[in-house]
């Protein structure tokens, strides 16, 4: 059941506003939300399994088996070379067994943000490595200071951005030329699109996000996490991905020619943002570099995975 999904109750201090009316109807006009399509059922029961805290490796296995072109992805990583350990996977038993539930929920995850608002251009992949890059150090951050909100954390960055997408799918020149002109001028992408449009890709990312049925923390993370630091919650996986958004930017993951005009905007934001999680300075440099690091090790992987 898609009301289901996410089914984890979500922290109180993630609660959010609804849509204005007034926006709602501005992002239908400008970008006919009737063309957003039905959420794939496998990227739901993915969803679904990466916030399930009880979810056994029979369940994904079950999952994966109902899925041919799943399979065939999972078996095809599992006998990879970066998974290989001399003996074949043959079923996906063994292929889960080889991957690993935690790695398996990633990969998932970004698969399915692969297929939505699938696009040629030149952004579309700039804005997917983007998303993989905060996913992965959202990750990273979690796992040091807030271990039990690792999975969150990653499915919030890689899908922060998820109204960009919709954007650039509707609006593929003038999004261009909005991202364009935005950096070059130093602003945040939020206040470029602004200038263009009575909206902003948190909003429509807010708007997917309700029509998807995801629960309130993930649907706060996707509108709010350009919000400023005083109207995010301490300690919350919204708190994170905020962060990792910056530090992305900040190390240029997965950036394409602009990186340089990108982390001009960024970088002076840090040291807020570390402030505001309480990290201190040799903790910071060793998280920087482990992102950086950990993104350059895996990027390979979610691209064969979600090409593959």
């Known amino acids: 059941m898609l009301s289901k999904l996410f089914g984890s109750k979500s922290k109180s201090s993630d609660t959010h506003p609804p849509l204005a009316d007034g926006v ?33 490796p029979e369940d994904y296995i079950a999952v994966v088996e109902r899925d041919e072109g799943l399979s065939a992805k999972v078996l095809k990583i599992a006998n990879s070379v970066y998974y290989s350990r001399g003996t074949a996977s043959r079923t996906i038993p063994e292929a889960v067994t080889v991957i690993g539930v935690t790695e398996l929920k990633c990969l998932m995850n970004s698969t399915a943000l692969s297929n939505f608002f699938p696009s040629r251009h030149q952004l579309r992949g700039l804005f ?58 130093g602003l945040e992408s939020i206040e470029g699109e602004v200038l263009e449009y009575p909206f902003d890709h948190t909003q429509v990312g807010h708007l997917i996000a309700e029509r998807w049925h995801f629960s309130p923390e993930l649907t706060g993370i996707i509108s709010r996490h350009h919000k400023p630091w005083k109207e995010i919650p301490p300690h919350s996986v919204l708190a994170l991905v905020k962060t990792a958004n910056i530090m992305a930017h900040t190390l240029s993951l997965g950036a394409g020619r602009d990186a340089g005009q990108a982390r001009r905007i960024y970088e002076p934001m840090l040291p807020e943002a570390f402030q505001f999680l309480g990290i201190e300075a040799p ?16 990027r390979n992987l979610y691209e064969s995975w979600s090409n593959g």
């Open 128 to 185: 997917w490595a983007h998303d993989i890059a905060v996913a992965i150090t959202a990750r990273t951050l979690a796992q040091t200071i807030q271990p039990e909100d690792a999975d969150m954390a990653f499915l919030g960055g890689l899908m922060h951005d998820v109204g960009k997408l919709f954007i650039l799918q509707q609006h593929t020149n003038t999004y261009e030329k909005v991202i364009t002109k935005g950096l070059s001028e």
């Open 283 to 298: 903790l910071q440099k060793e998280l920087l570099s482990t992102a950086s690091s950990t993104f350059e090790n895996e």
């Open 24 to 56: 709602r109807q501005s992002i239908m006009s400008y970008l006919g939300v009737k063309s957003l399509p039905i959420m794939p059922k496998v990227a739901q029961q993915a969803f679904q399994l990466a916030t399930n805290p009880n979810a056994e």
